[in-house]
Structures are given as C-alpha cells and as structure tokens.
C-alpha cells in the first residue's frame, strides 16, 4: 500500500513551453501533497506544500506563478512549469501523506533545451 | 550555514562492512530525524524514523539520534551490495511526515562492492 506515481517519468520539452507534472497516490487519499525538486548531487528541496481545494503554500524563493500547483482532488495533484528555461531542468519529486508519513513518488526528470 | 549538513561522498565500503552515515544540524526545534534511501532516478524511501534522542533498530540497520550534540547516524551492519544507494537524512519540528515540512541533507552516495 501507500504507492505514489508520477507521469511523466521524465520529458524534454523546448524554451518557452509549458510542461504538466501529475502527482497521483493510487491506494489512499491524500489532503496533502508536496513539490520537491533536486539538482544533481543536492538534497530534495521543497517548493510547495498542496492542499486539497485551497491554494499551495510556496516556499521562499519559489514562483508561484511559474510553477502552478492544482490540488483538486485527494488522489491527484498537478505542477505545471509554465514558459519553461534551460534553468528549470531537474529532477522534480512529488510526495503525498498518508497518517504521519510522506511516500515519494518515483520523480520527473525535466529537460528544457 | 545549511540547517542539515551530510557528507555527499561517494562512499565505497566492501561488502559485509558495517557502514556509518551522519548528519549535523543546527535548529534545535528538530524532533522527529528521518533516513531515506534513494535509488538512482528513483524517488525516495522511508528507512527508518526516531523521535527526539535515543536509538532504534531494524533489522541491519540502526539509527542514532544524539540531540545534544545536534548529531544523527544509520549503521548498517553487514552490507549488501543492494544497499548501494543515496541515504538521505531528513528532519522535522513537528512530525515525520503528514502535512509537516521535511528539511533534507544532501545526501551520501554508498557502494557497497563485491
């Protein structure tokens, strides 16, 4: 149990396109769902914390309008990199709670050319 | 300064070592210290988590938290090449996981070879 996917497992896209990342926990239901994004060779950073039907909570430093969070239900959440730059490519990692742990999904990898 | 610091690596052990790996941080509120293993592109795996000070163990591995030194260790003891991995150390004030907010080292990169 407590399985979390992500689609797509990784994606190249052009400069200036948009990019959707879709977080799902297929054997329970989540209120709250997490963004996290890795460089190489560096720890997980979070981006946003999401909850179901409200709007996400964005860390420090994060653009909430260049990566828009939608949380609208308790089994999906998505991320859309928005007008993406070579700067976004990353490995991006999404996580849903379920009691008082996270399970991570297997990651995105997003390369923007 | 970061609040979590973890040696990266890589570290290669021969297998059957016992294998120590650290973190140090700096904010005191931290109670609840988390391990992750991590395959490459895979996302991460809980291990093992501990509440405040003290010890736990499962099966080969053991985790130790000593507060008063902000100092957290995973032994693994007879390791395994499939315990080849990145182990991440992760820390909360308020929880393990649910809906509280996780701060990750950076983690340390383990071979265990043949």
């Known amino acids: 149990g407590a399985v979390v996917s992500q689609h797509p497992s990784w994606v190249i896209c052009k400069s200036g396109t948009s990019v959707k990342i879709e977080c799902r926990s297929l054997d329970f239901q989540a209120t709250t769902m997490f963004w996290y994004r890795q460089f190489p060779k560096q720890s997980l950073m979070l981006m946003a914390t999401?909850?179901?039907?409200?709007?996400?909570?964005?860390e420090q430093g994060v653009e909430k309008d260049k990566f828009l969070i939608n949380h609208a239900s308790l089994t999906l959440s998505t991320l859309t990199v928005t007008s993406a730059h070579p700067e976004d490519s990353s490995f991006y990692i999404c996580?849903?709670?379920?009691?008082?742990?996270?399970?991570f999904g297997p990651g995105t990898r997003l390369t923007v050319l | 300064q970061k609040e979590v610091e973890q040696d990266p690596g890589p570290l290669s052990v021969p297998e059957g070592a016992i294998v120590s790996l650290n973190c140090t941080y700096s904010n005191s509120a931290f109670q609840y210290f988390m391990w992750y293993r991590q395959y490459s592109r895979k996302g991460p795996e809980l291990l093992m988590y501990t509440y405040s000070s003290g010890n736990k163990e499962d099966g080969r591995f053991t985790a130790q938290v000593d507060k008063s030194s902000k100092y957290i260790s995973l032994f693994i003891r007879d390791s395994q090449p499939s315990d080849s991995a990145t182990y991440l150390c992760a820390m909360s004030a308020k929880g393990t996981g649910g809906g509280n907010k996780l701060t990750f080292g950076t983690g340390t990169q383990l071979k265990v070879e043949l």
């Open positions: 996580s849903a709670s379920r009691l008082d742990t996270q399970y």
């Open positions: 999401s909850n179901e039907g409200s709007k996400a909570t964005y």
